[in-house]
T-cell receptor, first 112, second 113 residues
């Protein structure tokens, strides 16, 4: 069984540019989560999809972040425009029943 | 302070020794989980303990949970160099927050061969 995959693994962009991160959950997992770890800080929840619906987006930092999950399969997280403080590692996770999480390898985002 | 706080922040031991990491949290939880992250890799789920459980084992891992003290510990016995990684506890509050994990800052474990 393939695990959670994320693309790209690394992204380096200039401040003000746009970046789109992609997450492919484990097939059949209705729950998809985005988390972020900013340098030196703890891993923080961003949002939770159940199928294509946003169940909880209380962790999204501001309206520069847009997450979508069209069709209830893969998800994208767009940051537009990117700021320096957006640098960090973005993790995606999926689960079938909502408790145990399978995490992807993360996307390391560097905003210069 | 964060929901999940871990100590020590860093732990350095010799192969064969045991490693103990602690996690404290502030609110009632549904379950507590431990994860491992190897450098540059994703988070790997190690073990989950529910609020009505006091101890769980999985291979060389032993997790305890004391809900009265709002604390948990992860014990890795007979450590190996391959256990070198960052370890995180994460709490799940359940209810309307079910599935939304709150992580601690982690413990960096280094096991010297």
């Amino acid at each position: 069984e393939a695990g959670v995959t994320q693309f790209p693994s690394h992204s380096v962009i200039e401040k003000g540019q746009t970046v789109t991160l992609r997450c492919d959950p484990i097939s059949g997992h209705d729950n998809l989560y985005w988390y972020r770890r900013v340098m030196g800080k703890e891993i923080k929840f961003l949002l939770h999809f159940v199928k294509e619906s946003k169940q909880d987006e209380s962790g999204m930092p501001n309206n520069r972040f847009l997450a979508e999950r069209t069709g209830g399969t893969y998800s994208t997280l767009k940051v537009q425009p990117a700021e320096l403080e957006d640098s960090g590692v973005y993790f995606c996770a999926s689960s079938q029943f909502g408790t145990v999480k399978y995490f992807g390898p993360g996307t390391r985002l560097t905003v210069l | 302070s964060q929901q999940g706080e871990e100590d020590p922040q860093a732990l350095s031991i010799q192969e064969g020794e045991n490693a103990t990491m602690n996690c404290s949290y502030k609110t009632s939880i549904n379950n507590l989980q431990w994860y491992r992250q190897n450098s540059g890799r994703g988070l790997v789920h190690l073990i989950l303990i529910r609020s009505n459980e006091r101890e769980k084992h999985s291979g060389r891992l032993r997790v305890t949970l004391d809900t009265s003290k709002k604390s948990s510990s992860l014990l890795i016995t007979a450590s190996r160099a391959a256990d070198t990684a960052s370890y995180f506890c994460a709490t799940d509050l359940g209810g309307t927050s079910y599935g939304k994990l709150t992580f601690g800052q982690g413990t960096i474990l280094t096991v010297h061969p």
